[in-house]
């Protein structure tokens, strides 16, 4: 695997948000489990995958269109 893991502290740096608007307002509403990070050995610690992160902002920011994220990765066009 070649997949880049970030600590929330690291990712707010890269897409210049405050970590705690990333803990409380996008992880589990936009960034969701097993898709864009994981919890290493079923612990508490959580990692971020950037690339993940990274092809799912720039596909939803091209979109130019209406767009609410849905539970199972999707996204339903309003």
Same mark, same amino acid.
Request: hydrophobic letters at 35%; one cysteine or more; charged letters at 25%.
């Given at each position: +695997?070649? !997949?880049t893991? =970030?600590?929330?502290?690291e990712?707010?740096?890269?897409?210049?948000?405050d970590?705690?608007?990333?803990?409380?307002? =996008? /992880?589990d &509403?936009v960034? =969701?489990e097993?898709?864009h990070?994981?919890r290493?050995?079923g612990?508490?610690?959580? =990692?971020?995958?950037w690339e %993940?992160?990274?092809? !799912?902002?720039f /596909?939803? &920011?091209q979109?130019?269109?209406?767009?609410l994220? +849905? %539970?199972?990765?999707?996204v339903?066009?309003g």
């Amino acid at each position: +695997m070649t !997949d880049t893991y =970030l600590t929330t502290e690291e990712l707010a740096v890269r897409i210049k948000y405050d970590p705690r608007t990333i803990r409380e307002r =996008l /992880k589990d &509403s936009v960034l =969701l489990e097993g898709t864009h990070y994981i919890r290493p050995f079923g612990g508490r610690k959580i =990692l971020y995958l950037w690339e %993940a992160i990274e092809r !799912d902002m720039f /596909k939803h &920011s091209q979109a130019g269109t209406l767009a609410l994220p +849905m %539970a199972n990765g999707g996204v339903c066009h309003g």
